[in-house]
């Protein structure tokens, strides 16, 4: 565990982040509820810059889950001068995004420590007092029926396209390409063995020296018909390299 040690070695230009980060360790530990605290993200790879937000997640008692589970919104406000909050519940979890005036921000999940499966890659336990993040775990590979869900989607989108186009709907056919262009992206994060695949760049540039395929710049298009016919084209090739094309990627191609 690391704890304060680690805050403070972090470098000036990430004092913003390391204050945030002060606060709420303290917090945290006076309130025995609170099991764990986990830092991920580029503070915790060590390639945060100025702009980084700071991406924590707070292991709540099981017990006391229902009851603190509704007290974290208000202990990430006092963490700063609060400006806006985004809050989103789940059954077995809290989603917590805070924005403050001075510009830094904290992305937090709260959840059960039943939950816990020990310490997430790269992630920096800041406060464990059962040993919930002592063992790191490794995340399960993608299974393949993940993947081929993904390429199927990916060319459903592009077969779509042209029935858009040909309605003079020019704006959902930009739609339908970036949903395509989105599974392209996450297949080739899966390749990649980028931790989260399904969120598409950013995932990918999480991975050491990883890019965008090569040619992914043409999946872009300007909101001209025919340039959406090429853009697609431009995804439909790509994604033919990422997955082996599912049967309705004959349908699709027809009808670019």
Do not use: C
Not at 200 to 226: K, Q, R
């Amino acid at each position: 565990m690391e704890g304060r040690d680690w805050i403070d070695r972090l470098p000036a230009a990430l004092a913003p982040q390391a204050l945030l980060l002060r606060r709420l360790l303290d917090a945290v530990e006076r309130d025995e509820r609170f099991r764990a605290l986990e830092l991920y993200g580029s503070l915790a790879r060590g390639n945060a810059d100025a702009d980084s937000d700071v991406d924590v997640r707070l292991w709540i008692a099981d017990e006391r889950w229902e009851q603190t589970a509704d007290e974290v919104v208000p202990l990430l406000r006092r963490l700063g001068d609060e400006f806006d909050v985004g809050d989103e519940h789940y059954p077995t979890g809290r989603h917590v995004f805070v924005h403050y005036g001075d510009g830094t921000q904290i992305d937090a999940v709260a959840r059960p420590a039943a939950e816990a499966k020990g310490r997430a890659p790269e992630a920096i336990a800041l406060l464990d007092r059962d040993g919930l993040l002592a063992e790191p775990y490794e995340r399960e590979s993608l299974h393949e029926q993940q993947r081929r869900t993904w390429a199927f989607w990916g060319w459903l989108m592009l077969g779509h396209i042209d029935k858009h186009l040909r309605r003079g709907a020019l704006w959902e056919g930009l739609d339908a390409l970036g949903s395509a262009r989105a599974t392209l992206l996450w297949l080739h994060g899966a390749d990649l063995g980028a931790p989260s695949p399904h969120l598409g760049a950013t995932s990918i540039f999480d991975v050491p020296g990883a890019d965008v395929p090569e040619g992914f710049a043409e999946t872009y298009a300007l909101p001209d018909a025919n340039d959406v016919r090429r853009a697609a084209r431009a995804v439909a090739h790509l994604l033919e390299e990422a997955h082996e094309p599912p049967p309705i990627a004959e349908w699709a191609r027809g009808r670019l």
